[in-house]
């Protein structure tokens, strides 16, 4: 007997589908965003984080030493997993996260001070800059946060803590009237 699987975003039950009105802060959930965690081989990471740079249409996120988590929102998993194969040949594995992380995009004027109620990290502009990224604990859950604008970030969260941490960062942002939606 088959069984026909329905692969659905962890978070939609949880947004609804007429948001309303977009406050200025706000939580912003994109449903299909290819992901990949690419680990350097033994040696390889000079040439690893080179041509991962060279690649301009990525966005990538500092995890460890020789690993970094590689983001595509125009690309399907299986495209980024073949591209980044095709770049790094033999100089680093790559494995597909799509399906088992879950990415979060807040913005707005008082981001960091919603984000500073869960996150023990200096977020000020010159430490934290624009193109900065880190593993860091949100409250009691573990997150790989990463400045991509003025006043954005991007919280990567593994599928099995993404309902806990969109309600902690709803209750964080309640002060703010902080607005959630899916991306349009």
């Known amino acids: ?13 949880r ?13 912003e959930v994109p449903q299909r965003v290819a992901i990949a965690t690419v680990m350097a081989a033994e040696g390889g990471d000079a040439f690893v984080a080179a041509a991962l740079a060279a690649a301009g249409d990525l966005s990538l996120r500092f995890v460890a030493p020789g690993e970094w988590l590689a983001l595509s929102q125009l690309d399907t998993p299986e495209i980024l997993q073949r591209n980044l194969s095709l770049l790094l040949a033999e100089a680093a594995h ?6 088992g992380r879950v990415l979060l995009r807040l913005s707005g004027p008082n981001v960091r001070r919603i984000l500073a109620k869960g996150i023990a990290t200096d977020l000020h502009p010159n430490v934290f800059e624009v193109g900065t990224s880190s593993n860091v604990l949100c409250g009691h859950i573990s997150v790989n946060l990463a400045r991509t604008g003025e006043n954005e970030f991007e919280v990567i969260v593994m599928r099995s803590f993404a309902e806990s941490l969109f309600d902690d960062l709803k209750t964080m942002g309640r002060e703010f009237d902080l607005s959630v939606g899916f991306s349009t």
């Open 94 to 99: 790559i494995v597909d996260q799509s399906d």
């Open 15 to 27: 947004i609804p589908a007429d948001p309303g009105i977009r406050a200025v802060d706000h939580l």
């Open 1 to 13: 007997m088959s069984k026909t699987y329905i692969s659905r975003h962890p978070l939609e039950s």
